[in-house]
């Protein structure tokens, strides 16, 4: 079964500064998608970000980029001039299509990030 | 303007009651599911249809019956609410079951059962 872990239950960043936030996962797949979600206090789950397996390229969205390590089944998210705006849980996710099913997300148990001024 | 809605936002109700979440979406999406949010905020898939048929059902109690009437709508209908069904349920709708699709989540219907 696909697994998702994120090790750091809670990260701090400074204003301004650049924060790292860890995933992991467990797949025997050699085709899926990654993903960061971002969960802010009003519990609206937003996109945050992509990677497809096959693309060796890692993705970025403006101040967000991605370190994705295919061998190491590594898919860390760089949240770059953190703001204020940015304080919320992050969850990683996986989705692949396991020959006779259904593909599903499965989600990481979420980084808590907060930006201090 | 909202593209998935659900109703209601907060239920709070008694043990052993029955109680429906609705879901709509606007975006002409063909594929929708459930999710539940644990209060450790863990989240996982509960349901997931596509085109009105049922192709993902987790490991539920068959007290949670998910019914989709249209496309746009997905609704959950649950049975003999117990304690444990405390959380924040989530409905999401993608474009197509696609390995890359965005998922668009709704604002989530925190349910608490006394």
């Known amino acids: 079964a696909q697994t998702v872990t994120q090790s750091q239950p809670e990260m701090s960043v400074q204003e301004a500064e650049t924060v790292t936030l860890s995933c992991t996962y467990d797949t025997s797949e050699s085709d899926y998608y990654l993903f960061w979600y971002k969960q802010p206090p009003s519990r609206q789950m937003i996109l945050v970000i992509r990677q497809e397996a096959y693309k060796q390229q890692n993705a970025t969205e403006n101040r967000f980029s991605v370190n994705f390590q295919k061998a190491a089944k590594s898919f860390s998210l760089k949240i770059s001039d953190s703001q204020l705006g940015d304080a919320a849980m992050y969850f990683c996710a996986y989705r692949s299509f396991p020959a006779g099913t259904a593909s599903k997300l499965t989600f990481g148990t979420g980084t808590r990030l907060q930006v201090t001024l | ?114």
């Not at chain 2, 809605?5 to 109700?13: C, F, I």
């Not at chain 2, 863990?42 to 490991?59: A, P, V, W």
Request: glycine residues 6%; contains cysteine.
């Open chain 2, 1 to 114: 303007d909202t593209a998935v809605s659900q109703t209601p936002k907060y239920l709070v109700t008694q043990m052993g009651n029955d109680k429906s979440i609705k879901c709509e979406q606007n975006l002409g999406h063909d594929t929708m599911y459930w999710y539940k949010q644990d209060s450790k905020k863990f989240l996982k898939i509960m349901f997931s249809y596509n085109n009105k048929e049922l192709i993902i059902n987790e490991t539920v109690p068959n007290r949670f019956s998910p019914k989709s009437p249209d496309k746009a709508h997905l609704n959950l209908h649950i049975n003999s609410l117990e304690l444990g069904d405390s959380a924040v349920y989530f409905c999401a709708s993608s474009p197509s079951e696609g390995l890359g699709e965005t998922q668009y989540f709704g604002p989530g219907t925190r349910l608490l059962v006394l």
